[in-house]
């Protein structure tokens, strides 16, 4: 038997001072030492200033450049209510040139008309594209969800198939079917967007389906809200104008150009880029992710130290 | 000098004895026997960053513009609440860590009080003479509930206000006086006159935390009066406490514990963002989002009222919502009742009054063993439920295939959960000495060329009969006489 029994005072203070009983204070000192230098002088508050800050900074710069050598009018612009599209605004629709039409054609024979046929009439298989305009093909085509991997499921964002180039090809040639109708191509200027109105707007339009954070949800048997966090802000106005899916079609007398491009100045600026001052975000999806680690991590944590103090048998 | 102004205290306030007593207290050395201690420093951490947040935050739902740093939600309406809230994670210094602290050390603090109420059920604590330390319990997981989903209302985000707007329904679903209770709380017809944010905050700040107290004082008390219960071993009985005293081992070790989980909530609230409430915005009526679950301690309600049928029924110019008053009105008040009354369903089905001071293990009481691992199951089932959305996008499946496997497995796994673990119960006992260590076995080849297994000596703490030598208390604790200890710092005590 140790000696420290015996020993008195002198022995008892050795024995507080073994590394079992010293450990956990050494731990949970150098703990708390992280924790506050980390996290609390203005930490949050510079982050959250900082993520909003670029308003002003970055335009949508790809699209821009590649919309300046496909524009040749402003020719058909749908707007209803609000101010007319422009550049201006920061959000105006192109008109593509006459020379896709000819390597679109070629495209959607090799690649579509098995199913929409070849004068993209539809048949039983699909639906029928006229008259659908430039916007909505270049939304399905764009985000690799045409063509379809599975006719029996919701259509899936996948790598596109089509470069660029070959999806405004396709598009054009579906345009040239019906000329001046339907959805066109967007360009979206997100640096003049007004990020209080697009989280104003997406909260009363948007948010019911595709949740708070934009991180999508199941809604019925088959049907689901994807995703926006992948979305660009010339997608997010074709989906606004054309209503992919069983998503409703919101017009301009309902959204306008200016609510439009807002609302993917807030997605692509804020819902895709999030101001998550706490730390980790967990994914958006509120209190499924965060009990998870509350109670496997937390709680499962402090149950490890329990069996490290405690006795075992 | 010390003991002089020591002495001048205790002659004026006498409270050596009781204080003797106190330091003397034996805690049982068992792990399992720390979990409580889990709930109790997450609630003074909940005290304490709670009183931090108090000072910063404003309860009241008047509508001013936000001014604040958060950019998105400049020059929106938002109630005080909620800019206040928005302000002190981003605008005070370590409000953030403070506030995501507590909210962490909330879940902790249920989760806690669930761990350690499973391992007192299944250990028997409950039983006589410990009954009323039980009903104190509940009654505090209870409160905790309550005072977690009040606490998770307060910034009036649209997440939480969404929360709100169903509490309202099922206080509506009362028959009879359901809408006069809501209009009651909520000062009339939703949303309200605006009172709910300052009465959800005074009974979150003052009067749940009070009564908690109170509880907490109540549940140490007894605790410290009855003495601990322990598990049979050696030279443990029904009529002494072996363990450490609580000074100085167990001291030095629930001090040690109170930093660790400190620690780790703060560790939490520092790395891992909880609520955030900036990218949700100002709840109104009119706004909803999907995928909006509330914590998960009340996920088990928020589960049941997913699953239930739409069921109603209308005659006498009533109408009861059942499939909002069965789930969360009669299904929580069912749980909460069998676990308030178990200890005496259980005495009286057993016909056992006697006193227990020793612990049961699991396996020996599988009836009982049977019957909580049922119960988890329809709470774990439930509590499942709560996230049917978040699954059914997460793993790719259809939301109404999700919501029928919970429907069926609401009801297959309680059943199968019993009988498993009855099953298991006395398959466990039947195996004896199954989890102790076994003996090693030496193989030896005899002259003849013969092999022959023997049994090695038994190491020293196993098998019977090897009992250590009691080992004489330190010197400065002279309360206990040295034949009355064993092992290194442990002490056995008389009750």
Same mark, same amino acid.
């Given at each position: 038997?140790p000696?420290?029994?015996?020993?008195?005072?002198?022995?008892?203070?050795?024995?507080?001072?073994?590394?079992?009983?010293?450990?956990?204070?050494?731990?949970?000192?150098?703990?708390?030492?992280?924790?506050?230098?980390?996290?609390?002088?203005?930490?949050a508050?510079?982050?959250?200033?900082?993520?909003?800050?670029?308003?002003?900074?970055?335009?949508?710069?790809?699209?821009?450049?590649?919309?300046? /050598?496909?524009v #040749?009018?402003?020719?058909? &612009?749908?707007? =209803? +209510? *609000?101010?007319?599209?422009?550049?201006?605004? !920061? %959000?105006?629709?192109?008109?593509?040139?006459?020379?896709?039409?000819?390597?679109?054609?070629?495209?959607?024979? /090799?690649?579509? #008309?098995?199913?929409?046929? &070849?004068?993209? =009439? +539809? *048949?039983?298989?699909?639906?029928?594209?006229? !008259? %659908?305009?430039?916007?909505?093909?270049?939304?399905?085509?764009?985000?690799?969800?045409?063509?379809?991997?599975?006719?029996?499921?919701?259509?899936?964002?996948? &790598?596109?198939?089509?470069?660029?180039?070959?999806?405004?090809?396709?598009?054009?040639?579906?345009?040239?079917?019906?000329?001046?109708?339907?959805?066109?191509i967007?360009?979206?200027?997100?640096?003049?967007?007004?990020?209080?109105?697009?989280?104003?707007?997406?909260?009363?339009?948007?948010?019911?389906c595709?949740?708070?954070?934009?991180?999508g949800?199941?809604?019925?048997?088959?049907?689901?809200?994807?995703?926006?966090?992948?979305?660009?802000?010339?997608?997010?106005?074709?989906?606004?104008?054309?209503?992919p899916?069983?998503?409703?079609?919101?017009?301009?007398?309902?959204i306008?150009?200016?609510?439009?491009?807002?609302?993917?100045?807030?997605?692509?600026?804020?819902l895709?880029h999030?101001?998550?001052?706490?730390?980790?975000?967990?994914?958006?999806i509120?209190?499924?992710?965060?009990?998870?680690?509350?109670?496997?991590?937390?709680?499962?944590?402090?149950?490890?130290?329990?069996?490290?103090?405690?006795?075992?048998? | 000098?010390?003991?002089?102004?020591?002495?001048?205290?205790?002659?004026?306030?006498?409270?050596?004895?009781?204080?003797?007593?106190?330091?003397?207290?034996?805690?049982?050395?068992?792990?399992?026997?720390m979990?409580?201690?889990?709930?109790?420093?997450?609630?003074?951490?909940?005290?304490?960053?709670?009183?931090?947040?108090?000072?910063?935050?404003?309860?009241?739902?008047?509508?001013?513009?936000?001014?604040?740093?958060?950019?998105?939600?400049?020059?929106?309406?938002?109630?005080?609440?909620?800019?206040?809230?928005?302000?002190?994670?981003?605008?005070?210094?370590?409000?953030?860590?403070?506030?995501?602290?507590?909210?962490?050390?909330?879940?902790?603090?249920?989760?806690?009080?669930?761990?350690?109420?499973?391992?007192?059920?299944?250990?028997g604590?409950?039983?006589?003479?410990?009954?009323?330390?039980?009903?104190?319990?509940?009654?505090?997981?209870?409160?905790?509930?309550?005072?977690?989903?009040l606490g998770?209302?307060?910034?009036?985000?649209?997440?939480?206000?969404?929360?709100?707007?169903?509490?309202?329904?099922?206080?509506?679903s009362?028959?009879?006086?359901?809408?006069?209770?809501?209009?009651?709380?909520f000062?009339?017809?939703?949303?309200?006159?605006?009172?709910?944010?300052?009465?959800?905050?005074i009974?979150?700040?003052?009067i749940?935390p009070?009564?908690?107290?109170?509880?907490?004082?109540?549940?140490?008390?007894?605790?410290?009066?009855?003495?601990?219960?322990?598990?049979?071993?050696?030279?443990?009985?029904?009529?002494?406490?072996?363990?450490?005293?609580?000074?100085?081992t167990?001291?030095?070790?629930?001090?040690?514990?109170?930093f660790?989980?400190?620690?780790?909530?703060?560790?939490?609230?520092?790395?891992?963002?909880?609520n955030?409430?900036?990218?949700?915005g100002?709840?109104?009526?009119?706004?909803?989002?999907?995928?909006?679950?509330?914590d998960?301690?009340?996920?088990?309600?928020?589960?049941?009222?997913?699953?239930?049928?739409?069921?109603?029924?209308?005659?006498?110019?009533?109408?009861?919502p059942?499939?909002?008053?069965?789930?969360?009105?009669?299904?929580?008040?069912?749980?909460?009742?069998?676990?308030?009354?178990?200890?005496?369903?259980?005495?009286?089905?057993?016909?056992?009054?006697?006193?227990?001071?020793?612990?049961?293990?699991?396996?020996?009481?599988?009836?009982?063993?049977?019957?909580?691992?049922?119960?988890?199951?329809?709470?774990?089932?439930?509590?499942?439920?709560?996230?049917?959305?978040?699954?059914?996008?997460?793993?790719?499946?259809?939301?109404?295939?999700?919501?029928?496997?919970?429907?069926?497995?609401?009801?297959?796994?309680?059943?199968?959960?019993?009988?498993?673990?009855?099953?298991?119960?006395?398959?466990?006992?039947?195996?004896?000495?199954?989890?102790?260590?076994?003996?090693?076995?030496?193989?030896?080849?005899?002259?003849s060329?013969?092999?022959?297994t023997?049994?090695?000596?038994?190491?020293?703490?196993?098998?019977?009969?090897?009992?250590?030598?009691?080992v004489?208390?330190?010197?400065?604790?002279?309360?206990?006489?040295?034949?009355?200890?064993?092992?290194?710092?442990?002490?056995?005590?008389?009750?």
């Amino acid at each position: 038997m140790p000696k420290d029994h015996q020993a008195g005072e002198a022995g008892t203070v050795r024995r507080w001072l073994r590394p079992r009983t010293v450990a956990p204070f050494a731990l949970v000192g150098a703990v708390g030492i992280i924790g506050l230098i980390a996290f609390s002088p203005g930490s949050a508050h510079a982050s959250s200033t900082a993520t909003p800050a670029p308003v002003q900074a970055t335009a949508n710069t790809a699209t821009s450049s590649q919309a300046s /050598a496909y524009v #040749s009018s402003n020719a058909n &612009p749908p707007h =209803l +209510g *609000g101010q007319a599209p422009s550049k201006q605004l !920061g %959000l105006y629709y192109i008109t593509l040139p006459r020379s896709y039409i000819a390597p679109g054609a070629a495209l959607f024979a /090799a690649n579509c #008309s098995t199913c929409h046929g &070849p004068q993209a =009439l +539809g *048949g039983t298989k699909a639906p029928n594209l006229q !008259g %659908l305009g430039a916007g909505t093909v270049d939304f399905w085509v764009s985000t690799g969800r045409m063509p379809l991997a599975n006719s029996s499921i919701q259509a899936t964002r996948k &790598p596109p198939r089509f470069n660029r180039l070959q999806t405004l090809e396709v598009s054009a040639w579906v345009q040239s079917l019906t000329p001046g109708e339907g959805v066109q191509i967007p360009v979206v200027n997100t640096s003049l967007g007004n990020l209080e109105q697009g989280n104003t707007l997406f909260t009363l339009n948007c948010a019911a389906c595709h949740t708070i954070t934009g991180a999508g949800d199941a809604l019925m048997d088959g049907a689901y809200a994807p995703t926006l966090h992948l979305a660009t802000p010339t997608q997010i106005v074709e989906a606004i104008r054309s209503g992919p899916g069983n998503m409703p079609r919101f017009g301009p007398g309902n959204i306008t150009n200016t609510n439009a491009r807002d609302i993917a100045a807030y997605v692509t600026k804020v819902l895709q880029h999030p101001t998550n001052a706490g730390g980790i975000g967990l994914g958006g999806i509120g209190p499924v992710g965060e009990g998870f680690v509350a109670l496997l991590i937390g709680v499962g944590a402090l149950m490890l130290v329990c069996f490290w103090i405690g006795d075992r048998a | 000098m010390i003991d002089e102004s020591l002495r001048w205290v205790d002659d004026r306030l006498g409270i050596a004895k009781g204080g003797r007593t106190f330091l003397d207290k034996i805690f049982p050395d068992h792990w399992s026997f720390m979990l409580g201690e889990i709930a109790l420093y997450s609630f003074v951490v909940l005290l304490g960053t709670g009183v931090f947040l108090s000072l910063y935050y404003v309860p009241s739902a008047h509508e001013i513009i936000y001014h604040g740093s958060y950019l998105p939600l400049r020059g929106q309406r938002v109630s005080e609440a909620y800019a206040s809230t928005v302000g002190l994670s981003f605008d005070v210094r370590s409000g953030l860590l403070m506030r995501q602290a507590h909210h962490w050390a909330a879940d902790i603090f249920v989760g806690a009080i669930a761990v350690h109420m499973a391992r007192v059920f299944f250990t028997g604590a409950f039983r006589k003479p410990r009954e009323f330390n039980w009903i104190v319990g509940v009654t505090m997981l209870i409160l905790a509930i309550v005072n977690g989903f009040l606490g998770y209302s307060l910034p009036d985000d649209l997440v939480s206000g969404t929360g709100i707007r169903i509490a309202y329904s099922i206080i509506e679903s009362v028959p009879l006086v359901g809408s006069y209770l809501a209009f009651f709380l909520f000062g009339g017809n939703y949303p309200g006159s605006g009172v709910i944010i300052p009465r959800f905050f005074i009974i979150h700040v003052l009067i749940v935390p009070l009564i908690l107290l109170g509880l907490l004082g109540a549940h140490l008390g007894l605790l410290v009066k009855q003495k601990h219960t322990q598990f049979p071993g050696k030279s443990k009985s029904e009529r002494n406490v072996v363990g450490s005293p609580m000074f100085p081992t167990f001291m030095a070790k629930t001090t040690g514990f109170l930093f660790m989980t400190t620690g780790v909530i703060f560790l939490l609230g520092g790395f891992v963002q909880i609520n955030p409430i900036w990218q949700f915005g100002q709840y109104e009526s009119y706004k909803i989002s999907y995928a909006v679950q509330p914590d998960w301690y009340m996920g088990w309600l928020d589960g049941a009222l997913r699953i239930m049928p739409s069921w109603e029924w209308v005659g006498w110019g009533h109408t009861i919502p059942l499939e909002v008053f069965l789930p969360a009105v009669i299904f929580p008040g069912i749980v909460f009742n069998i676990f308030y009354t178990w200890p005496f369903i259980e005495s009286r089905h057993t016909k056992d009054l006697a006193y227990h001071n020793l612990l049961d293990r699991p396996r020996d009481r599988p009836k009982r063993t049977a019957a909580g691992a049922a119960m988890l199951g329809l709470l774990g089932t439930v509590f499942f439920a709560s996230s049917t959305d978040v699954m059914a996008n997460f793993f790719d499946l259809p939301l109404m295939g999700v919501l029928w496997f919970f429907r069926i497995a609401v009801i297959v796994v309680p059943i199968v959960s019993y009988f498993l673990a009855y099953q298991i119960c006395n398959e466990l006992r039947q195996a004896e000495g199954l989890g102790k260590r076994k003996r090693a076995l030496a193989v030896t080849l005899t002259e003849s060329g013969e092999y022959r297994t023997e049994e090695s000596e038994p190491r020293p703490g196993d098998g019977a009969g090897v009992e250590l030598e009691p080992v004489p208390v330190p010197a400065f604790i002279d309360v206990v006489p040295p034949e009355l200890a064993t092992g290194e710092g442990v002490r056995r005590v008389m009750r």
